[in-house]
């Protein structure tokens, strides 16, 4: 930690001086400008105009690596805010490293080759923060799974493999908006200057934005392993009978209700709604027990499913739980009649 002496220049103006190490590394020299921003919260940012649109590059060498680690260096480049990423060798670029590209290339939001040659690939991020919210692409990640969720459900109720399908194909999507979301994230902190382009007053919030992210993403997940309960058991169905099947469905709409009040929560700093999340959680838990208990006779692995079915709901809505939990912080870090900050 540096700490600086503030000396005064004139009847009004006070100044201090930059760690000469700091201005080596960013490129600063006398008569270059240099940004202020003010977060409101007694923190003063400096930004070098140097870091201000920068095309950032990087080059990753396949030379040590197989195709999978290709594909995951060009995802971390893609996150780390790359605006262009070279993949090249000291030789010919072997097929699998190009299939590696082209793969990685259909996952990420903006991504896209500009140019290719037997040594070398080159893909550029036409992604600009300004077309984006953090606050709405975590609106969109949650309904993504929501909609993955429903239909994964609605598959189990009527062995409908197509409907179990269509919810697995949307994991993509979902997967695309959590890896663009990391990549803003990250390079809103890496310039505190974006972090109004992407809708942050200041850059505060990010660490809890980034656990939201994840915990939606991981929601996803939970509606992928009902569809692939559903396509598992296609030649075999589970033979639920048609009240347990309403309550299972009941119970999902609840879970639903959960994980939409949770990021609306988040995106509002609103502190109440973190309390009917809380009070919702402690009903979905209820429900959860009471299905279990009162299941009819059926297969030991029939049981089974449905158990890991409802294991998955109850792990969503403990997802949102944890999303209210920072929303409650966000929500406590700003004067309200629940807190005064001094």
Known sequence: MDTRKVQRLGPSTLAMTLPAEWARQQDVEKG???????????????????????????????????????ERAIVGQYVLGRRIIHVESEGTLDSAAINAVY?????????????????????????????????????????????????AVKALAHNNPDLAQRALNRERQANKIFVLLLRLIFTAYQNPNLARAVGLDDGFPLIGYRSV??????????????????????????DID???????????????????????????????????????????AHRENEILSDLPEME???LLRVREVLVSLQQTAQYAMRNAEIAANLALNEESEHATIE
């Open 32 to 70: 270059d400008e240099v940004t202020l921003r003010q977060s409101g919260k007694g923190t003063l940012t400096i930004t070098p105009e140097s870091a201000q649109g920068e095309e950032t590059e990087a080059t990753i060498h396949v030379e040590n690596f197989d195709a999978d680690a290709v």
């Open 103 to 151: 793969k990685a290339e259909t996952q990420l939001m903006g991504l896209g080759v500009i140019e290719e040659t037997p040594e070398r690939i080159t893909i550029r991020c036409s992604v600009d923060p300004e077309d984006f919210t953090l606050d709405n692409l975590l609106t969109r990640l949650e309904n993504t799974g929501s909609t993955m969720r429903s239909e």
């Open 213 to 238: 992210a994840k915990n939606l993403e991981l929601t996803a997940d939970n509606a992928e392993d009902i569809a692939e309960i559903v396509l598992e058991t296609e030649d075999n169905p589970i």
């Open 242 to 284: 048609q009240q347990t099947m309403r309550r299972i469905r009941e119970f999902t709409d609840r879970v639903d209700e959960i994980t939409e009040l949770a990021v609306q929560a988040v995106v509002e700093r609103d502190y109440e709604r973190t309390i009917e999340v809380r009070e919702l959680f402690a009903d979905i």
């Open 300 to 302: 030991n692995e029939q």
